[in-house]
């Protein structure tokens, strides 16, 4: 009985030293989008939960939802930096108090990769996202297009201070200084929100009526809330240009219905880059699981090291939207 005893001791050890060698080597990485209520930000967090590496165990990935606001972000950044998280990927929701989350991370010696928005900090080790500038421009211009460049819009904006609601502003700017006959009739932000555009875009038909030509819609969401209120208005959908970003599942049904144009923004290829490259940061001989630097040879993995990786945005068009529906099955 004792050597039994003694053999048992002797497996129950050895069995805790291989669980904890495997706890030592599993990677821990924060993923800190800054809201999970619409679509895009969860087929961005369900594609960084589907990456190789987390699949497989070596990363153990633990997703904080940051409720669109800066300082909830914060203390899930503080949180992280107590429970010794290896490394931050970070969407976040200011361009600007997101910057203190990244110097908190920084002083802990703690890798922070952003990804899909931006943050105004030289501290990060990278950033895998893509060019809001010209998706605002690509956007405005499709909506001006249909207009021939005359009559009047209303321009609905994301979160004000986020970086991407800033960028899409330039480039609507851009497009819009293109058609110096075309007028601005509103504009206000949304936040994203499908049901906010809705109720922005009912105040505005109330108040100008036929007059709106065009809807430039900083995201898809608020694009369908405003498609929303034009049909609640028994308004014909097809009497306006309008134009979104980010290729969602519904608004991808309305482009194939000839309700809008959309920009497919690529959330599984950022979410999976910046946790490929939040894992290099920690794991130097580290190389890179996922498929999507196969998928994007204009975006080299170049050892997972260069400051910026950027995602090229799709155009959802008559030819492909089929295709980009199928893959969402």
């Given at each position: ?27 821990k ?10 679509e ?14 987390v699949?497989?165990?070596l990363v ?7 409720r ?7 203390d ?16 976040p ?18 890798p922070v ?12 080790t ?34 004000i ?6 960028q ?31 109720s922005?875009?009912e ?12 809807v ?6 608020m ?21 979104g ?19 497919l ?8 880059g ?5 894992i ?5 001989d580290?190389?890179?699981m996922?498929e ?8 080299p ?6 400051a ?9 068009t008559?030819e ?10």
């Open positions: 009985m004792k050597a039994r005893t003694t053999m048992m001791t002797a497996s129950v050890l050895a069995l805790a030293l291989g669980t904890a060698a495997t706890a030592q080597d599993t990677i990485i924060g993923l800190a989008p800054y809201g999970l209520n619409a895009f930000m969860q087929l961005w967090t369900n594609a960084a939960e589907q990456h190789p590496a699949t497989s165990g153990e990935l633990t997703v904080f939802d940051g669109y606001d800066a300082l909830v972000q914060q899930q950044f503080e949180t992280m930096i107590t429970q010794g998280f290896d490394a931050i990927v970070f969407a929701i200011d361009v600007e108090a997101g910057a203190t989350a990244v110097q908190l991370a920084h002083d802990a010696g703690i990769v952003g990804s899909n928005t931006r943050v105004n900090s030289d501290l990060l990278s950033y895998v996202g893509s060019d809001d500038v010209q998706a605002g421009y690509l956007e405005a211009k499709a909506v001006l297009d249909k207009m021939g460049c005359t009559g009047a819009v209303v321009v609905i904006e994301g979160p201070g986020q970086s991407a609601q800033i899409r502003g330039e480039g609507n700017e851009k497009a819009l200084a293109e058609c110096p006959e075309v007028t601005v009739l509103e504009q206000q932000t949304a936040n994203w929100s499908r049901a906010e555009a809705q922005l875009m105040n505005w038909l109330t108040s100008h009526g036929e007059n709106i030509k065009g430039i819609a900083q995201n898809d969401e694009a369908l809330g405003a498609i929303e209120a034009i049909k609640a208005a028994g308004m014909d959908v097809s009497d306006f240009a309008i134009a970003v980010d290729g969602v599942t519904d608004a991808l049904n309305a482009v194939k219905a000839g309700q809008m144009a959309s920009i923004q690529d959330g599984a290829a950022q979410a999976q910046a946790i490929d490259v939040a290099k940061a920690v794991k130097p580290y190389e890179p996922s999507i630097w196969s998928q994007y040879p204009d975006m993995w170049n050892g997972g090291t260069d910026e990786y950027n995602v090229p945005w799709t155009p959802v008559a492909n939207v089929d295709d980009l529906l199928a893959a969402r099955q």
